[in-house]
């Protein structure tokens, strides 16, 4: 009897190990993230000229997965990029050799180092990495102008012009109103030289 005891412990010690969620016979399922190209890239802003990361999505075993879900998010302040020139966020799928390229970078106009946050996602796998930029200035180009109001200074004189015809008109209705033009040279709106 107790023979038969030691061979239903044993048995049953079988079956734990070897299931999934309680054994070691598991192979490891999970996606790993490596970055091929564009770690340590330097942007330059003048040009608009990046270098656009290529990422291969692997399973535990090294082998590329194709269809895989890749997630890039660059910093929304300070030194950055965009994708397509709109975006901070680019999500794409992996192709046949489980790589993707993003693509449609385009440097913001702050130097300086950031980090591009990646993600890939496969059958309720995922992993994350980051990978590490640089936007600068090629020696001899003249540094970016700083982003300023000028457009906003443009949107409020037209507006001031428009609301001085029509008060004009409005305060003499049978006064003849002639088409007025404004128009601003150059406004430049940084700071102190």
């Known amino acids: 009897m107790a ?6 412990l044993a048995v049953l010690l079988s079956i734990l190990l070897l299931t999934p969620q309680f054994g070691l016979a598991q192979e490891e399922s999970a996606i790993r993230i ?8 330097i ?18 075993n090294g082998k590329p997965i194709p269809k895989a879900t890749v997630t890039l998010r660059s910093p929304a302040t300070g030194p950055s990029v965009t994708f ?6 680019s999500t794409l799928t992996t192709d046949d050799q489980g790589r993707v390229r993003a693509a449609g970078m385009l440097p913001n106009s ?18 994350a990495t980051t990978i590490t930029q640089t936007n600068a200035v090629a020696p001899g180009d003249p540094k970016p102008k700083k982003k300023g109001v000028g457009w906003r200074l443009l949107a409020v004189i037209g507006a001031g012009a428009a609301a001085g015809i029509v008060a004009a008109a409005r305060r003499d209705e049978t006064a003849t109103v002639s088409p ?3 128009g601003v040279a150059s406004v430049n709106v940084g700071g102190p030289r």
Do not use: C, W
């Open 180 to 182: 007025t033009s404004v």
């Open 84 to 89: 397509f020139g709109a975006s901070r966020v």
């Open 3 to 8: 023979h038969r005891n030691f061979q239903s």
């Open 110 to 127: 702050e130097e300086g180092t950031f980090n591009i946050e990646v993600e890939a996602a496969y059958n309720n796998m995922t992993a």
């Open 34 to 41: 490596k970055v091929l190209a564009g770690e340590a890239g």
């Open 43 to 60: 942007n330059n802003i003048n040009q608009n000229v990046v270098v656009e990361p290529m990422i291969e999505i692997q399973d535990a």
